[in-house]
Antibody, heavy 119, light 107 residues
Framework: EVQLLQSEGGLVQPGGSLRLSCATSGFTFSTHHMNWVRQAPGGGLEWVAAISSSGEGTYYAKSVRGRFTISRDNSENTMYLHMNSLGAEDTAVYYC????????????WGQGTLVTVSS | DIQMTQSPSSLSASIGDRVTITCRASQSFGNYLNWYQQKPGKAPKLLIYLASTLQSGVPSRFIGSGFGTEFTLTISSLQPEDSATYYCQQSYTTPFIFGPGTKVEIK
């Protein structure tokens, strides 16, 4: 059974930092691209970042480029999102998502982690 | 970036109705289009990928079609459990933009 287990989020002050993690099981992690998608309260889905299966390729939404870093540890089957210079606009539920190359589909989603940026 | 729009933004229909949601893209990208269903407080669920391929385990009343810049998701016979918000997403190139969503309610 595929599982994507995300770390706890929390309350962060504006300008602060936070690292999210996504521990996976039930599939060959090292052969899949992975993504982060977020959803602001009451809002729609926003793709945030992607990382290739090897970790060599990383891609970001303009809204987070230069502030967020996506990474992965294939030996631990875990993906990360390092978030810096957080602002109120980053308040959202963050989802880690497994991608299927070729079919280009996001087939499994984590449970979501709420990140609240507020003083 | 490819921009995505959806129409309508919301709809209300009766059990058994045929419901159609349209997704349009600002530029053509073949069939790299996914549809997701999201219920309140839950993660999105993949329904359709590559515009018309039904994800395993998804009921056959969900039908996807389209190519290029215009796509549709049809629910052939609306069921109570279909009350949700539906999103399209282009998966052709990053950024993998989602449509703004269509909220489907049951009358």
């Amino acid at each position: 059974e595929v599982q994507l287990l995300q770390s706890e989020g929390g309350l962060v002050q504006p300008g602060g930092s936070l690292r999210l993690s996504c521990a996976t099981s039930g599939f060959t992690f090292s052969t899949h691209h992975m993504n982060w998608v977020r959803q602001a309260p009451g809002g729609g889905l926003e793709w945030v970042a992607a990382i290739s299966s090897s970790g060599e390729g990383t891609y970001y939404a303009k809204s987070v480029r230069g502030r967020f870093t996506i990474s992965r540890d294939n030996s631990e089957n875990t993906m990360y999102l390092h978030m810096n210079s957080l602002g109120a606009e980053d308040t959202a539920v963050y989802y880690c998502v497994k991608e299927v190359i070729g079919e280009q589909k996001f087939d499994y989603w984590g449970q979501g982690t709420l990140v609240t940026v507020s003083s | 970036d490819i921009q995505m729009t959806q129409s309508p933004s919301s709809l209300s229909a009766s059990i058994g109705d045929r419901v159609t949601i349209t997704c349009r893209a600002s530029q053509s990208f073949g069939n790299y289009l996914n549809w997701y269903q999201q219920k309140p407080g839950k993660a999105p669920k993949l329904l359709i990928y590559l515009a018309s391929t039904l994800q395993s385990g998804v009921p056959s009343r969900f039908i996807g079609s389209g190519f290029g810049t215009e796509f549709t998701l049809t629910i052939s016979s609306l069921q109570p459990e279909d009350s949700a918000t539906y999103y399209c997403q282009q998966s052709y190139t990053t950024p993998f933009i989602f449509g703004p969503g269509t909220k489907v309610e049951i009358k």
